[in-house]
Every structure is written in C-alpha cells, then in structure tokens.
C-alpha cells in the first residue's frame, strides 16, 4: 500500500486530496504532520511513497528542509505548494530533483494526474508488445517511478525506476549491475508493473543506455559462445557420420537411407532387398552438402549481423552514449552553484573520459571555471579584509584572510598583490588609529587619552607622533579648564571625592604639563574640605549642640596638622560662637511666644519685632514657623466662634423645615382624612394617628402613601425597607399589601384616595427566567387598576398596610 505524508495542509486541502484518492482508497493510505521538523523522522521509520507540503511563507528552514528530503531520499517524490511564491522561490524549489512544484491556488485537476502518475495508481498488469530495453528506455523519457517484476521461463527479477532513473536490480542471487545486466539480457521477458515504488536504496550506478549496451554485448557473447559451442559439436558429429558411412557396411548404408525417408522397416520405405547401394551414397553426400551450405549461410549472417552491431555501435549508440554522458556532466553542473563543485565535476570528466571528443570543450569550461574560481576568491578575500572592523586582532585576523588565498593559490593572478597588502596591514592600522583620535570629541577626555597612549604605544615612531604628541597638550590644558569648573560643581553637591579623583587622574595621565601643579594645590584644598566635611558628619551624626561641636571642633584641632585644616577649623569655631548667642535669643523670644497666659495678639507682635531685628537665618524659618502657629491658633479661636455661630443656625434651619414637613403632611392627612369621611356608607374610619380602618375588608392602611410622604418612588428592596421601619398608631408590623388588598381598595366603590401614583408595590415576588420579578397594581388607561409585573430595580409607590 502506498503511504502519502501531508505536511502541514490545512483541513479543507486534506478532505479535497482524500476524495481524489477515494476511488482508490485500499491502495492509498494517507498520513499528515502539523511540523516540518518531524518528517525526516517519519520517512527514516516509515515507508513513504510521496510527500506534499504547504509552505506558508517560504524562508531558510524550508529550502534546508527540502534540501535535506532531496539528498537523503531522492527517490521520494515531494509536491511542494505555496500561496507566497515569487519566480525565485520556483527557481530554488525546481533544483531539487525530488520536488514538483504548484503555486496555489492549486489546479484539483492537474494535481490528480501528478499523484496517479508518480504513484503509479491505475496502472498494473503486464506489457505486451513491447520489449524491456524499449519499455526502460521510454520510462526514461516520461520519468517513471515503478517497480518491475520481469519473468522468463523460472526466472524472476525486480527492477526499481525512480523518476526514469534504474536505481536497484534484484534476482535473489544477484543484485545492482550484475542484476541488471542478466534481467536485460532474458530471451522472452514478460514485465508486470507493481502499483506504486518499493523504497530502495540506489545501488546501480551506471547510466541505463550504458547498462542496455552492456547488457546486449554479455547476451551476443553469450550468444556467439553457444553458437559456437553447437557448430563445433555439428561438424564433429557429421566428420563422425562421415567416416562411419565410408566405413560400415550395405545394411549400416540402407539404416542411413531409412534416416533419410524418416520411415520404418516396412512402411513405404524400400526394402533392403530391393535398396541400391550406389544411390544411398548418392543421397547421403547430397545431404551433407545441404548441410554445409546451411552451416556457411548461419556463419555469414552471423558475422553480419556482428559487422551491423559494431557499426552501429561505433557510429550511433557509441557517440550517443558518449554525448549524453557529457550532457549529463553540463546538467549537472548546472545544478551547482559552488564553483568548486562545478570544477570537481569536470575535473572527474576529464580524467575518467581521456579519449572523449568533448574533452577539448570539458576543459576550456575548467579553464573558465578556474579563473571564475580565482577571481571570487580574490574578491572575497579583499571584501572579508574590508569589512573587518579595524580594532587589536585587525592584524592578525587579516593576515588570516590574505593567507588563506596564498595557501589555495600559491601561483595565482594575485599573489603579488595580495602580499603587498599584507606589507600594508601596519599602515592601515597606524591611520586607523590615527583617524580615530581625530573623530573622538574633544570633550570625550578618557576616551581620547586612552586613544592617544594607544598610538603612542604602538608607533613611537610613527608619522603622526608629533601631532599626536601636540594633541595631548592640547587636551591637559582644555580639561584643566574642566577640572576647576567641576570642582566648584562638587562644591556645590557637597561631594568632593569624585573631583579629588579628577585631580588625582590628572597627575597620572598629565604629568609633565604645566597645569600640574596648580591641579596638586586644588587637589590638597579639596582634601581638606573633605576632612570637614566628615568632622560635621561627625557631629550631626551625635546630635551634638552648639556647645557640644565646638568642644569637638576644639578637641580635633590638636589632631590635624595641615594648615587647611585648621584654618578651616578656626573658621568653623568662630561661627558656632555666634550661632550659641543666637540660640540663646531664639529660646527666649520663643519661651515668651509659647505662654498661652499672654493674650495671643502681644505675643504675635512680640515675636514679628525679634523677626524683624535680631533673628538670625537658622532662627528666621523657625519664627515664621511660630508666627504661622500662632496666626493659626488666632484663626482658629475665630473660626470656632464663627462655626458655633452658623452650627446654631443650621439647627434652626433644621428644625424650620422639620415643622413645616410635619405641617405639609398634618395637612395632606386632614384632606384626606375629610375626603374619605365625606364619602359616607360608613366604608372607611379615619384614625388619630394617621391610619385608615377598612370596614369592608379589616385592613389597617397608612393614609399616606409614600409619594405623599417621601415624595419620591422606591425600588423593591426600598419598599421592603419601607415598612420594615414603619412604626405608625402604636404599631411596628407594616407590610407591603397583596395585589388582591390593592385591587379591593382601589377598584371597588367608594375607592380610595387618589395621590397621583401610577404604579404600587405588592407582597409577591417570584423568578421568571433570569429576572426576579413582582406584581404590582398599575393604573391603566381608563383610570382603573390592574395586576402586571416588573423587575425589582423598577421604581414604584408603596402604600402600607397590616393586618
């Protein structure tokens, strides 16, 4: 059974290949994979007669996928499609000799016919008519994939076409060429076509023209050896017939005369008595005669028929072989793209066919080729020169270039060249380096100092030491400049040590310059600023008093020996006298300032005169932060005074719109209250304490309803908080009515009240679906009442009852 691998089809593509093979769907099995990756494997496990796959969007991978397929399984036909193709990814998929390609969308049709075909569906049984060489040279020609299975008389072989190509002979004791050679050779060969190809590996080398003349000479030999082998045994049995009819007697002549007649003693043949010796010796030379012009005729055709195949051996199959052997070397050439390959090909050409005539023409193309050859080489070896970053391994990695073309060419075009610029590699290092000082900005100083050392180091006596040499000069003096301005940005971050670094550096890598020394004394006024710098950590970090640090500042100035130092400790010492008068002003005025027994405006312009005569800048944040707490304190005694006074008057507002509520709904019952009582029949008593008997149906209603009292509407939810809360004429049990409680009280005569309301609340709730629903009782068109549902979100009038 054939086996068809699918890669990565979609579904519709796989159910559209499924109904081509329908028909032969118990010769066909089909496989897919989702993944390129996984196919190698599968082939090397599986038996697999043809792959089709789909490629999204053709890249590297693919074509080494497909490279991979073509080398390692050639004889396994691939169908390669794509909806992404250009002629240049045609181009590349058609030199893989195992790939047929179709650009999507993809003719069903013509994709059906290339299956069958290479599958070798629909074809099967024997071939009449034609013989093996003819049936093989013809499969060459249309590129059959099939397996043949050739009989003759008890002999059976197997021969194995991929693409036309006899790649495997098989006769149980013989296989490839050997094989080949004797199943080519058979006398009345039948030849059954198997469906689909057996995986083989290739083990026939031989072009199949060269296997059929091969062939056909081991046959004739054969041929000519039995021939020979039958016209000696002839000539030896007539030299033996010869002497015995010489020799024998009258009764051996007339056993010869009844060999001629082809009779028995005693039919129709002559008697012995009757037989005449003189005639039998007649008739037996006659035969013999025969006899030897039937031999010299069969010798004559055979030596004509040997002149008729040298000759059309020398002049026709000969030079056929000969040229199509040279045409396959151009095509596959063709097929190459290395030149190395290409040259390898015809060198092998050359030396294994010294008597070709296309010899001549095979090596003017490996002259070609060669110089093709040495000129890319050349070409490569400049541009990978060129293109190699000119840095610390520039020498060695160029010198590795060049030479590798010496080592392949020792005697070619460029050699002289190439060693000339090998001599070169220096120079162009030295103006690399030089080049690079230049293009570094100037305000880069590590970056160009470090430039600069480098060329100094490498060319001491270089073309450009002088300007070299004068550059740096240059940058000791433009980044003393720099220096001394970043100090002062030091300074002012109260970070000194990055510029001590600076300075330190600068000594190091500018020690000659004149800008040295006054680096040295900026250096030495940094470091004792930083030796400050720390002692007032130090006394931030204890928390020390004005006292407490000048006793330290006092303390440290026996340490320090540098006449910095201690001119900047003398400095600090005299400041922190001060700074001690002036605390002991600002904890005064402060002292003074904080005495709530002080009426708080002789306080604030107590402490407003210190700010404005004696308060020091240490002080000056701290008395505005004072001055703030007590225009504070004094805000805020007159905020409370103010608040008390609007608080009493919310209260009175309050209880201002509390009464007229009380009033509005006091009177809103008494309208209703005379309403009700004016309809008489004795149907509805009206309480004291806002409440509605229904005589007819013994219900206790609130008179209001909640779009009375509340003025507005409720959800379900609220409704139930509603009269949950209720507490009204001495009771607390409210509840929402019944749609039958609503309907008796508002549409029967004499009805209740009308407020206005459109829709009213009930007790009953329930689910209807996905909603929680309850009835209400919603007035309709014609002024009456009836019972409907709504969701529990809606906003409706709640009128309370209980029981």
């Known amino acids: 059974m054939s086996k068809i691998l699918l890669v990565d089809i979609d579904t519709e593509m796989q159910n559209v290949i499924r109904e081509m093979l329908k028909e032969h769907s118990g010769q066909v099995e089909i496989m897919t994979s989702g993944d390129a990756k996984e196919v190698l494997n599968i082939v090397g496990n599986v038996n697999i007669n043809m792959i089709i796959v789909d490629l999204k969007m053709p890249d590297f991978e693919d074509f080494e996928f497909l490279s991979a397929l073509d080398q390692r399984y050639p004889h396994i036909p691939v169908i390669v499609t794509t909806a992404f193709g250009t002629p240049d990814i045609e181009l590349r998929i058609k030199r893989y000799k195992s790939c047929l390609y179709f650009a999507k969308p993809v003719n069903a049709g013509v994709l059906k016919e290339k299956i069958y075909e290479e599958l070798n569906l629909g074809v099967g049984g024997q071939i009449h008519g034609i013989g093996l060489p003819s049936f093989l040279q013809m499969s060459e020609m249309e590129k059959t994939t099939c397996t043949l299975r050739i ?5 059976v072989g197997l021969l194995y076409l991929v693409k036309g190509e006899l790649i495997a002979a098989d006769t149980g004791l013989k296989s490839g060429n050997e094989a080949a050679f004797e199943i080519v050779g058979w006398e009345n060969a039948v030849i059954e076509i198997e469906k689909g190809a057996v995986k083989k590996k290739k083990d026939i080398t031989m072009p199949l023209m060269n296997i059929l003349m091969e062939a056909l000479s081991i046959k004739d030999d054969r041929e000519n050896r039995e021939k020979e082998k039958k016209k000696r045994e002839k000539k030896e049995k007539e030299k033996s017939k010869q002497k015995k009819t010489e020799d024998k007697t009258d009764g051996e002549l007339e056993l010869d005369a009844e060999e ?58 000969q030079p056929k072989i000969i040229k199509k052997k040279y045409d396959d ?5 063709g097929y190459q793209e290395s030149l190395d390959e290409k040259y390898y090909i015809l060198e092998d050409y050359v030396s294994n066919n010294p008597e070709s005539p296309f010899l001549s023409g095979a090596k003017k193309k490996m002259v070609e080729i060669k110089r093709r050859i040495l000129e890319n080489d050349y070409k490569r070896a400049i541009a990978g020169v060129d293109r190699l970053p000119i840095d610390d391994d520039y020498n060695i990695k160029a010198k590795i270039l060049y030479n590798e073309y010496l080592e392949k060419h020792p005697e070619g075009p460029h050699v002289e060249e190439i060693k000339q610029k090998i001599s070169e590699i220096d120079e162009v290092l030295e103006e ?15 970056v160009r100092l470090r430039a ?36 002062e940005a030091c300074e002012k971050e109260g970070d000194l040590h990055p510029c001590i670094q600076m300075c330190s550096k600068f000594i190091e890598d500018y020690p000659e310059s004149p800008q040295a020394s006054g680096v040295s004394v ?17 006394v931030e970090e204890d928390q020390l008093d004005y006292e407490g640090a000048r006793a330290f500042y006092a303390e440290q100035m026996k340490q320090y020996e540098g006449e910095e130092v201690k001119k900047s400790i003398r400095m600090v010492l005299a400041k922190l006298d001060k700074q001690i008068e002036r605390k002991k002003a600002w904890e005064k005025i402060y002292s003074e300032s904080k005495d709530k027994g002080t009426d708080i405006d002789k306080r604030i312009q107590s402490l407003e005169a210190y700010m404005r005569n004696d308060a020091s800048k240490p002080y000056y944040n701290a008395g505005e932060q004072l001055l703030a707490i007590l225009n504070k304190e004094k805000q805020s005694i007159i905020k409370k005074e103010m608040l008390e006074r609007e608080r009493k008057k919310q209260e009175e507002e309050r209880l201002r719109k509390i009464r007229e509520e009380e009033e509005r709904l006091e009177t809103e019952k008494k309208s209703i209250s005379a309403e009700l009582e004016s309809l008489g029949n004795g149907r509805y008593q009206v309480n004291a304490a806002g409440t509605v008997s229904d005589m007819k149906t013994g219900l206790l209603w609130n008179i209001l309803d909640t779009r009375v009292e509340l003025k507005k509407c409720l959800t379900y939810r609220e409704a139930n908080a509603y009269v949950d809360n209720l507490e009204l004429g001495g009771y607390d049990d409210w ?14 005569e004499p009805g209740f009240h009308d407020t206005g309301a459109r829709r009213y609340w009930t007790s009953e709730s329930y689910t209807k679906g996905f909603h929680d629903i309850a009835n209400v009782i919603e007035r309709t068109t014609d002024n009456t009442w009836r019972k409907s549902g709504t969701k529990l979100i809606e906003c409706c009038t709640v009128r309370a009852v209980r029981p």
């Open 735 to 748: 509840r929402l009515p019944t749609s039958h409680e609503l309907l008796m009280l508002l549409n029967t």
């Open 151 to 155: 009989t003759s008389d008890e002999k």
């Open 260 to 317: 001629e007649t082809g009779g028995k003693p005693g039919e129709d043949a002559p008697k012995k008595s009757d037989a005449v010796p003189g005639e039998i010796l007649s008739a037996s030379k006659s035969l013999r005669r025969k006899r030897i012009k039937t031999m010299t005729y069969a010798a004559l055709l055979v030596v004509i028929l040997s002149v008729a195949g040298w000759f059309s051996w020398v002049t026709i199959l």
């Open 432 to 446: 690399k380096r030089f080049t690079d000082i230049g293009e570094i900005p100037s305000d880069q100083y590590e």
């Open 522 to 538: 900026l250096m030495a006024d940094m470091q004792a600023a930083t030796i400050m710098a720390e002692l007032k950590k130090s």
């Open 452 to 487: 600069i050392n480098d060329y100094v180091e490498n060319h001491p006596e270089g073309r450009y030491i002088e300007e070299v040499t004068a550059l740096k000069k240059e940058q000791a003096k433009a980044y003393y400049d720099v220096l001394k301005k970043q100090a």
């Open 329 to 333: 070397v151009l095509i596959s050439i």
